[in-house]
Structure formats: structure tokens, C-alpha cells
T-cell receptor
Framework: GAVVSQHPSWVICKSGTSVKIECRSL??????MFWYRQFPKQSLMLMATSNEGSKATYEQGVEKDKFLINHASLTLSTLTVTSAHPEDSSFYIC????????????FGPGTRLTVT | QKEVEQNSGPLSVPEGAIASLNCTYS??????FFWYRQYSGKSPELIMF????GDKEDGRFTAQLNKASQYVSLLIRDSQPSDSATYLCAVRRITFGKGTKLSVIP
């Protein structure tokens, strides 16, 4: 149980275009979703946290108008990278927790974004 | 600035030995601490979380927390080659250390 999927697993886009990444909890209700970014050979950086039906809370330094996060249902959250640039190329990872077990955290497999 | 420090390693231990991974944090008010394992090229997975002083055991893994010393550690008993990975320490799932690379030598 407790599976989180991400789509796409990898994407290449041109500079200036937008990319949407989907994160789904397949067998549980994800009351909280976390979006992380990881550059090569670096650690995870939390971008934002979202609760179902609420606006996402962005970490300091993360542009909310550039990284649009929507958590419209208990099984789906999306991250849209708007007007992507090469410096946005990274490994984007979502994770989720459920209400009854808030410390258990389930990760999606990640999405590798390359902006050319 | 809130920081989490880990020895980057690599830490090499023989198969069957105990691997000890350490982490210190700067925010004295931190309440929850997490250890993750990340294989190369993969997303992380949660190994353990701890929020009370003392030890917490789960199978071959033991997390130890000392809030007075602002120190959290992860012990892996009977280390296996499959434990070879990078281990990330995090405070509140927000601030991460740079990770310690563990190699278990058969």
C-alpha cells in the first residue's frame, strides 16, 4: 500500500514553455503533499507544502508565480513550472502523508526536468 | 540560518557490521527528525522518524535523539550491501543535510 505516482517520469522542454507534473496517491488519501527539488549531487530542498483544498505554502526563495502548485483533491497534486529556464532543470519529487499517520511520508519516483 | 550537518562520507563498513550515521542541527526548537535513504538516481524513502529524546528501534535500524546536544543519529545493525545508499537527515521534513554516502562492503 501507500503508493505515490508521478507523471511524467522525465520531460524535456524548451526555454519559455510551461511544464505540468502530476503527483497521485494511488491507495490512500493524501492530506498533505510536499514538493521537493534536487539538483545533481545536492540534497533535497523543500519547495512547498500543500493541504487538500488549501493554497500551498511556499518556502522562502521559491517563486510562487513560477512554481504553481494545486492540490485540488485528496489524491492529486500538480506542480506547474511556468516559463521554464535551463536553471529550472532538476529532479522534482513529490511526497504525501495521510491524516491518520502524519509522520509517515511516501515519495513519488520523481520527475527529471531538462529545459533546453 | 537553520542548518543540518552530516558527515558526507563516504562511510565504508563491512557486511554484518554496525553503521553509524550522525547528524547535528542548529535550531534548538526543532521537534521532529527524519532519516531517509536514497539510492543513486532514485527518489528518497523514509527510514525512520523520531521526535522524543532517546532511542527508537525498527528492525535493524535505531534512531537516537539528544535534543540537549542537538544531535540525531541512525544506527544500522547487520549492515547489508543493499544498505549502500546516501542517507539524508532532515529536520521537520524541511531542512535537509547534504547526506552521508554509505558503502557496505561484502
Amino acid at each position: 500500500g501507500a503508493v505515490v505516482s508521478q507523471h511524467p517520469s522525465w520531460v524535456i522542454c524548451k526555454s519559455g514553455t510551461s511544464v505540468k507534473i502530476e503527483c497521485r496517491s494511488l491507495d490512500f488519501q493524501a492530506t498533505t503533499m510536499f514538493w521537493y527539488r534536487q539538483f545533481p549531487k545536492q540534497s533535497l530542498m523543500l519547495m512547498a507544502t500543500s493541504n487538500e483544498g488549501s493554497k500551498a505554502t511556499y518556502e522562502q526563495g521559491v517563486e510562487k508565480d513560477k512554481f504553481l502548485i494545486n492540490h485540488a483533491s485528496l489524491t492529486l497534486s500538480t506542480l506547474t513550472v511556468t516559463s521554464a529556464h535551463p536553471e529550472d532543470s532538476s529532479f522534482y519529487i513529490c511526497s504525501a502523508t495521510e491524516r491518520d499517520h502524519p509522520y509517515e511520508q511516501y515519495f513519488g519516483p520523481g520527475t527529471r526536468l531538462t529545459v533546453t | 540560518q537553520k542548518e543540518v550537518e552530516q558527515n558526507s562520507g563516504p562511510l565504508s563498513v563491512p557486511e554484518g557490521a554496525i553503521a553509524s550515521l550522525n547528524c547535528t542541527y542548529s535550531d534548538r526548537g526543532s521537534q521532529s527528525f527524519f532519516w531517509y535513504r536514497q539510492y543513486s538516481g532514485k527518489s528518497p524513502e523514509l527510514i525512520m522518524f523520531i521526535y522524543s529524546n532517546g532511542d527508537k528501534e525498527d528492525g535493524r535500524f535505531t534512531a537516537q535523539l539528544n535534543k540537549a546536544s542537538q544531535y540525531v543519529s541512525l544506527l544500522i545493525r547487520d549492515s547489508q550491501p543493499s544498505d549502500s545508499a546516501t542517507y539524508l537527515c532532515a529536520v521537520r521534513r524541511i531542512t535537509f543535510g547534504k547526506g552521508t554516502k554509505l558503502s557496505v562492503i561484502p
